[in-house]
């Protein structure tokens, strides 16, 4: 099962990152838990310094930008 985790501080960009992340697992048919992390220490903690940004299984493939949910599907391949 993969973690795809949405790093960002509750704006409406990140928002609409997680809604495309999810719609991208679910149009892959893929076990994938898909989380928010809001905590700043903890978005820093992945060395991320621009949200919104997106870590698959702990590593960090996207920052700064709303990927489209066939962006994200690819990078979950």
Known sequence: MKLVQILGTGCAKCTKLKENA???????GIEATVEKIEDIN???????MMTPAIAIDGEVKLVGKVASPEEIQNLLQ
Not at 22 to 28: F, G, N, Q, R
């Open 22 to 28: 999810e719609k991208a697992v679910a149009d892959l």
């Open 42 to 48: 903890v978005i820093v903690g992945f060395g991320v």
